[in-house]
């Protein structure tokens, strides 16, 4: 048998020196011109005159009971109104980012401090 013929082994164990100079001399991070390309996007998308009947169409579909992308709104609209670090209870502290739910037992009365001003999601009637 050729030494050719025989299929190759893979190394194990720490990779050469060679390798570790390839591995460091390719870029990281997004590629060159994403940042740019993104800024183009975001640029057209605030410039384009159909940008209210996007946003219009998202609120809808957030609204609507019955859309089938109703999840996918909600998240798309959270997502940009109350990001993680809006929770961060010390933004210094180097935790990280949680929201806490607490779900209390049926019949047990319910107390929120600092929250005088909640509106409930079942009593708020859509627009």
């Given at each position: 048998m ?7 082994q893979v190394?194990?164990?720490?990779p050469?020196n060679?390798?570790?100079?390839e591995?460091?001399k ?8 994403d940042?740019?390309?993104?800024e ?11 940008r209210r009947?996007v946003?219009d ?10 859309h ?23 933004k210094?502290?180097?935790s ?5 739910i ?26």
């Amino acid at each position: 048998m050729d030494k050719e013929s025989l299929p190759q082994q893979v190394k194990r164990g720490r990779p050469s020196n060679k390798a570790l100079a390839e591995a460091k001399k390719r870029p990281v991070g997004r590629p060159k011109g994403d940042a740019h390309a993104i800024e183009e996007f975001k640029a057209r998308i605030m410039n384009s005159p159909k940008r209210r009947k996007v946003l219009d169409a998202i609120l809808d579909a957030a609204l609507d009971d019955e859309h089938k992308n109703q999840a996918a709104a909600w998240k798309l609209l959270v997502d940009r109104m109350l990001p993680m670090s809006y929770f961060d209870k010390d933004k210094m502290g180097g935790s990280r980012p949680s929201v806490n739910i607490t779900i209390s037992g049926v019949g047990e009365s319910v107390s929120i401090a600092g929250s005088d001003d909640i509106i409930d999601v079942e009593d708020y009637k859509h627009g």
